[in-house]
Each structure stands twice: as C-alpha cells, then as structure tokens.
C-alpha cells in the first residue's frame, strides 16, 4: 500500500506570545516543528504500512529549510520524504498550495491513501487537504477519527468523521484522501534507529519544473486572495479580578451581572 | 514578484521588524534587510513603513478572464441536516443581508438535500430574497462530491458576486472544494466581514496564529469571493412572516450528483446532548478538577444554566471526557455568548479555541493564571468552593 502524508513544517507556537507594551508578535527564538496535526497523519500512515505493508512517503511544499521537518518525519519511521521547493511557490495561497502539492503527488505516481491533519497550526484554514483532493479528483474525507478497515483487494476503505453531534461511519473506494484528528492515534516518538536513518537522509527536491507546474496556478501569481493587512487583535478582557472577602461574595457579584445581562435567570 | 527595502528611505527606526510574521525582517548596518525566502508578501511591513515608503512590493498576479461586473449577489449556504437548518445560517442571512444592502445586490439562499423545499419560505422570512433550491435523494446525505458538484453549478450558472458558508464540519469540508473548481479564492473561518467603500471588495477578517494575529483578506481578480465565517459572531435574522421571495428549483442529472463515498450509519455521541459549536453557554472543566468524578460539578453548573459541556485538552489527554469536548485549537472553535472556564489555566491553543466569547468567566486558584487575561470576570480561588457557591448563588434568587 503506498501511502503519501502531506505535511507542513511551523512556527512552534509555544514561543509565540504577545508584548504587552507593543502590542505585538513575539517570535523571537521560534522554532520550526511538524505542525502537530500532521504527527497524528504520518503515525496513522505508518500503522497502515506496518499492517498492511508498502511505503510511507512524506512530502512538504516550503524552503530548504522544511526539510527538516521531513527528517524528522524519516526519524519517526516515513520511508521517504520529498520537499516541493522553489522561489516561484512563495506567497501561495490554499488554492495555489493545493495545486503545487497535486502536483507533486502526482510526480510520485501510484498512491492509495494520501492523509493530512485537519489543519495547519499557523494558518488554521484546513483548505489545503480537500483542495488537493479536488485538484487529484479523488474522494475527500474531512475530519477523521478512525480508520475501520481497509480492503486491499476490493480497493475500499471504511472511516469514522467527526461531526459536531456525533460521528459518521463512511465507506469509500481508494485512492482517497482523508484529513485526520487528534483522536486518532497517539504518534510516537522517533526511535533511535529513525534517528540514525534521518541524520543521513536527503530529501530529494523537485522543482516547479519538475513538477511541470503551470505558472499561472503557483505562487503569489497564481493565488486569488490577497492578505490586504495583518494586526493585533484587541482583547475583550478586562484583566479585573473580582474582589470580594469570601467566595460567596465574589460569586454573588458575578451572578448579579450574568443576571443583569439576562445570561441566567 | 519582488520585495525590497530602498536603502535610501529606510531610516532604521526598526517599526517594521515586530509586524513580519515570517520573522523575515533583519537589522543589519541600521537598515531593514528582508530575507526573501522567509517573505511571504502579506505587505504587513509596507503598512508599518506608511511614514518613510522605504519598502517596495512588486507583485505579479494573474489577470482573470472573467468579466467580474457579470457576477451579483450575496449568497448564503443553508446547510441542513436532516431537514434541520443550521443556526449559523440564520447568522450569515443577517450578515449578508448588510453586505447586499451596502452593494445594493440581492441576498440569496442555496438550499440542498432531500425533502428540503419546505424549508424555502423560511430562509425568505429571514431575509433571503431568492432561495436555489435542488431538492433530490441523491442529496439525503451530506457527501463532498455531491454537494461540492451542485454547488459549484449553481455558481457557475447564476455568478454570484459573494457565497458565505458556516465554518461548520460540513461547510469546512466541502466549501474548500467548490473553490478549487471554480477557481477562486476561499477565506477560512472568518469573524468580521464588509464591504471596502472604494473598490466594494467583501473584506475578510479571520485569526491566523491561534488567534494572536488577524488578518484582512480580499479576493480581487476572482470571482465568487467565498469564505466561511464562524459561528456564533454575528446575531440571527429576525423573522418577517411577510416577506416574499422568489424559489428557483433546479433539476440536475443524477450522475450529476453522484459521490464515491457513501455513509454507512451515523452515531450521535451520548454525552453531547448540547453541540458545543452552537451552545450559547459553555461550561468547561480542565486540569484543576483533579480527576474525572469531578466533572460532576462542571456538568452539574452547565445544566443548572442550560450550557454545554466543553473541556480543555489537559482534562481530555487524562481520559476524564471525550475528545468531542475539547475546545480549542485542536478540539472546537467556539464562540458562545457566556463561556465559563472552571481550572483551566489558560494555553495559547485553549484560547484560541474560546476567546472570541462574549462574556468570560474564570476559575482559576492561581491569580497569575493566563487565562485572567482574556476574562471579562476572573475569580481567584479553589473550584471547589467557587462552583458550588455560584450553583446555589443561581438557585437561590
């Protein structure tokens, strides 16, 4: 079974803080990580590999630098990883990523499964996975919790959605892409041997040549939104702790203004 | 494309550094110097630098060949299921009521599914004046290929200049698709919507960064401008009995709306007997309960108030309630009008997940707590003492 993970390497969010008296982003010392949605991807490819066989292949679009996130991916047991890299992909937008990653996808050849996370942690859009779908024109499934079973021979799969008041039990012929959520696995760590095998391992680079992306579908020409301005939101909290020399007191006064409000009766 | 810093203009006041995103700006020699492989044009840094004009952007984009001034309308997905509309499209028919308003465009409803038209007249006494409707068993449930297939058709017949969907589970799953094929340019889960006086472009304001940025976003060259919006931001239409519109029914072929994948069964979760993503009131428990029994008081408050119960990640990860309850980034995103925070501390994804609610309360014993920061109410002190009190604060009026 060739599976193929999609994956995005971020900024480690943690770090990320806000200064107070400029009001701003602090990314100082940020570091680049596997956007932890993909780990629960790349750990459900390999369980699938290890019961079923075949190749675990990661693949990142992003500068030089994402690969090390497919490293770290290699480290954690993917067989292969490829980086879609070149100056003409900066400033894509979901649409314009979408096609660079079907692209590549397509280049690699042969796949039966391509999962991703449900969404990246710096963006947040969860566009990129049924974007590449629809550019691949295979079967997409959103938010999925558990994979059931996989028919080899009859080239089905049988997966779980999560919906907001429950889960949809889903069948599907393959090849499909499936965007998954937390619930799904518990990703393990890189093992010492992944460890050894990703010290040495090069990623190989394909191009937007390579690719034979058409120039008009990549980067920031190919890419219909325009980011027109980015700030800092204002919060909402007061930052006031509710004074009161009991816990009856403190809780009577925020009740008096939840009723005030009319937000309990 | 190209970006650069104009030595001559760059002052070296350093306003432009905090702005990038992309941690692409350096002080070198006391001038800005951007690193073009971390850039990702956003234009952050030219807003910042209004003052000495000393950055340039010179983007090349790809002109579209649609002839833009064909394309008219505010469209709003109604999403149902099993016959049942959405809220959070009572929501969008308010909101895109104002956008048509100020384009002086008609607002339109788009209803698919299975037994569905009934619903038609309703989505015209909130607002809507026409309502495209495909009505067919093909369309019982929610699957991608179908629904993304009828409604990039209706796009591509009737030209709408705007199409907003709920960023639900269903309408971020299929929406993103319909964009793709109709290709043009979608904004995920935006919370503020306009229209730009000048160029009448719909601007689209969303988090990025889990909630520590905000972005403005347009769509120039390309029609329809889509986005989803989240639940929760905007009020709910009223209902006028009185008003009229106009229902449009269109037949598509059945092979039209096949779907490769097929559902099998639908299992509703027992323990959400509220959807948390539409609760009005929220009441969360997180590692300060200790241990799962606990949960008892959380659930025992959210009743007594009508709320649903949500959870942050430390409460899940120890196996105490269902993932289904997380709220934050890696669980739901919520906006409820009183959001009530019982031992949570407060992690950036937490509050991703939960600070654009109206009215916040937290819980917390430590006073240093991030979590105080975003709370319009913060109690400092033990939980166990603060939610019974508040329990019979609320019965005893």
């Given at each position: 079974m060739n599976i193929v993970v999609s994956i995005k390497q971020v900024p480690g969010t943690t770090k990320v803080a806000i200064n107070p008296a400029t009001n701003t982003l602090i990314r100082a010392g940020v570091e680049a990580i596997i956007n932890p949605f993909d780990m629960y991807a790349i750990e459900e490819a390999i369980r699938l590999r290890e019961k079923f066989g075949g190749k675990v292949t990661c693949i990142t679009m992003g500068?030089?630098?994402?690969?090390e996130a497919l490293k770290s991916a290699i480290a954690m047991g993917a067989d292969d990883g490829i980086l879609i890299s070149d100056r003409a992909f900066a400033g894509s937008d979901t649409l314009a990523t979408s096609y660079t990653l079907a692209m590549g996808i397509k280049k690699l050849g042969q796949f039966d499964v391509i999962l991703t996370g449900k969404q990246a942690m710096d963006g947040d859009t969860a566009q990129v996975g049924p974007g590449i779908a629809q550019w691949l024109n295979i079967p997409f499934i959103a938010w999925?919790?558990?994979?059931?079973?996989?028919k080899k021979d009859a080239k089905t799969i049988r997966v779980e959605r999560m919906m907001d008041d429950g889960y949809e039990v889903l069948e599907g012929p393959l090849p499909i892409l499936l965007s998954v959520v937390k619930e799904i696995n518990e990703p393990r760590t890189e093992s010492l041997r992944g460890k050894m095998k990703a010290k040495n391992f090069k990623a190989t680079v394909f191009s937007a040549k390579d690719i034979e992306a058409d120039p008009d579908f990549i980067g920031l020409r190919g890419s219909p939104t325009i980011v027109n301005r980015v700030f800092v939101p204002v919060r909402s909290g007061k930052k006031e702790l509710v004074e009161g020399a009991t816990v009856e007191e403190k809780v009577g006064k925020v009740v008096a203004s939840l009723r005030e409000s009319k937000l309990v009766n | 494309m190209a970006i650069r810093v104009i030595t001559e203009k760059c002052v070296g006041c350093k306003l432009c550094i905090p702005t990038c995103a992309q941690g692409a700006i350096t002080y070198v020699d006391k001038k800005a110097v951007i690193d073009v492989i971390k850039c990702n044009y956003c234009g952050a840094c030219i807003d910042a630098c209004k003052k000495f004009k000393a950055i340039l952007i010179e983007i090349d984009r790809k002109v579209s060949d649609q002839d833009l001034s064909l394309y008219k309308g505010v469209w709003v997905y109604a999403e149902q299921r099993n016959g049942e509309i959405a809220s959070v499209v009572y929501e969008l028919l308010n909101e895109g009521r104002k956008l048509a308003e100020q384009l002086g465009e008609e607002l339109s409803a788009v209803l698919l599914g299975?037994?569905?038209?009934?619903q038609a007249e309703d989505l015209i006494q909130h607002g809507a004046d026409n309502v495209y409707v495909v009505d067919n068993p093909k369309l019982k449930d929610f699957q991608d290929d179908s629904y993304a297939m009828a409604m990039a058709e209706l796009c591509e017949e009737y030209k709408p200049n705007i199409v907003l969907t709920g960023a639900t589970a269903i309408g971020r799953s299929f929406i993103p698709k319909v964009a793709v094929m109709l290709e043009t340019g979608l904004t995920a889960d935006c919370t503020q919507l306009g229209i730009d006086d000048y160029t009448k472009l719909l601007l689209q304001t969303r988090p990025a960064f889990g909630g520590n940025l905000m972005a403005t976003i347009t769509c120039?060259?390309?029609?329809?401008q889509m986005s989803t919006v989240r639940h929760k931001v905007f009020k709910k239409a009223a209902k006028d009995v009185s008003r009229k519109g106009k229902i449009f029914t269109k037949v598509f072929a059945d092979d039209l709306l096949k779907s490769r994948t097929k559902l099998i069964e639908f299992v509703k979760e027992m323990e959400s007997t509220v959807n948390l993503s539409e609760a009005d009131i929220i009441v969360s428990g997180g590692?300060?309960?200790?241990?799962?029994?606990?949960f008892a008081l959380v659930r025992e408050l959210a009743e007594l108030i009508n709320g649903a119960v949500g959870a942050s990640r430390a409460a899940v990860d120890a196996g105490w309630i269902p993932y289904s309850h997380q709220v934050g980034q890696t669980g739901k995103t919520v906006c409820p009008k009183l959001y009530i925070a019982c031992g949570i501390s407060g992690s950036i994804q937490h509050m991703a997940g939960m600070q654009s609610s109206e009215t916040i309360i937290a819980i917390n014993k430590?006073?240093?707590?991030?979590i105080f920061e975003i709370a319009t109410y913060g109690i400092v002190g033990d939980l166990f003492e603060v939610i019974p009190a508040m329990i019979s604060a609320i019965k005893n009026r």
């Open positions: 500068p030089p630098q994402a690969e999925v919790k558990k994979i059931e079973d996989v | 299975d037994g569905v038209t009934c120039t060259n390309f029609r329809p590692r300060g309960l200790g241990e799962a029994k606990n430590d006073p240093n707590a991030p």
